[in-house]
């Protein structure tokens, strides 16, 4: 996807672990999101930054941190990571001005908690 | 509550023939709606994007339609191709906020068979 990667594609990691996953973009875009998508759901958000260092919570916030100490990075930390929150995350980034802005997602990382 | 919800939630057709899908919506106060296309183990990709005062939008083989009066959008696909296999999302948002205000639909699974 054009401008914007995640890392790492697939992992597995266990029940109380911590973990972080990275979302790289290299457009200088101000806003970055990050989603869940779990079958049976639409894609629901996690966290949001409008710039560095400022972010807020989504939709489904509890149980994730997030850093944004550089345009280009925004990272998704499970502190301790659960079984609920297996699930694939995708980042996204927005793009455009005025009514026409749109939103470039990235390919999505698939957490297995075990 | 804002909603989007989408119908069918899978649909099997032929290679070349024509399908439609829906997308009902109840997210007040309404800015656009968007068409998304995300093919298996990959993220999002925008198709089209309409706002309150278009009616019909158009991208290739693809044509979404809104009425916004009704609170429906349509996407048609004309001439299947096997490539069209792939989850189509239905993304409604609001006015105003950092956070986008999306409200994404549960998305129809589509299977084009040769």
């Known amino acids: 996807d054009a401008g914007i990667t995640q890392s790492p594609r697939h992992k597995v990691t266990e029940t109380g672990t911590p973990v972080t996953l990275r979302c790289h973009q290299t457009?200088?875009?101000?806003?970055m999101y990050w989603y869940r998508q779990d079958p049976g759901h639409g894609l629901r958000l996690i966290h949001y930054?409008?710039?560095?260092?400022?972010?807020d919570k989504g939709e489904v916030s509890d149980g994730y941190s997030v850093s944004r100490s550089k345009t280009e990075d925004f990272l998704l930390t499970l502190e301790s990571a659960t079984s609920s929150q297996t699930s694939v995350y995708f980042c996204?980034?927005?793009?455009?001005?005025?009514?026409?802005?749109?939103?470039?997602f990235g390919s999505g990382t698939r957490l297995t908690v075990v | 509550k804002n909603q989007v919800e989408q119908s069918p939630q899978s649909l099997i057709i032929l290679e070349g023939k024509n399908c439609t899908l829906q997308?009902?919506?109840?997210?007040?106060?309404?800015?656009?709606l968007r068409w998304y296309k995300q093919d298996t183990g990959r993220g999002p990709v925008s198709l089209t994007i309409?706002?309150?005062?278009?009616n019909t939008k158009s991208n290739g083989r693809y044509t979404a339609t809104l009425d916004a009066d009704t609170k429906q959008s349509s996407l048609h696909i004309t001439a299947s191709q096997l490539s069209d296999s792939a989850s189509y999302i239905c993304?409604?948002?609001?006015?105003?906020?950092?956070?986008?205000?999306?409200?994404f639909g549960k998305g129809t699974k589509l299977s084009v068979k040769p």
């Open positions: 996204a980034i927005r793009t455009g001005e005025g009514a026409n802005y749109g939103y470039t």
């Open positions: 457009e200088n875009h101000r806003y």
């Open positions: 930054s409008y710039g560095v260092k400022d972010t």
């Open positions: 997308c009902n919506y109840t997210v007040s106060p309404f800015s656009n």
């Open positions: 309409m706002t309150f005062s278009e």
């Open positions: 993304v409604v948002s609001g006015y105003g906020g950092s956070q986008g205000n999306l409200i």
